[in-house]
């Protein structure tokens, strides 16, 4: 199963819909980005949709669409996360593995 990543991109933009629809600002930036802590959050309040129930198009677009969220399409809902240092290593990785999902950021930028 695949979750759906345009959910994310669409639901949690600051914008007054997603304020409307979920009384909750979850602060992130559509195409532009955001925190995985945030969108994780979002996850836990909101559940998650799969991608054939909600297609991923910022790929091709390169933009957001308006929220589409289906409550009584959702999955499941994140319970919990965390997050992993630098200083935990290759250890606190593969311990992390094993009763969670990963997601690495990277920073991009030029300076």
Known sequence: ???SEQHLVDCTLNNARNMELFGEDYNL???NGGWMAS???FQYKQGAMKESDYE???G???RE???AHDKNKTVGKVTNWSRIRQSDGI???KDAL???PLTIAVNASSG
């Open 1 to 3: 199963m695949h979750l």
């Open 39 to 41: 969108a994780w959050y």
């Open 65 to 67: 669409t308006a929220c």
């Open 60 to 62: 091709r677009t390169g």
């Open 98 to 100: 094993k009763t969670t």
């Open 56 to 58: 991923y198009t910022s």
């Open 29 to 31: 930036g559509g195409c």
């Open 91 to 93: 250890d606190g990785i």
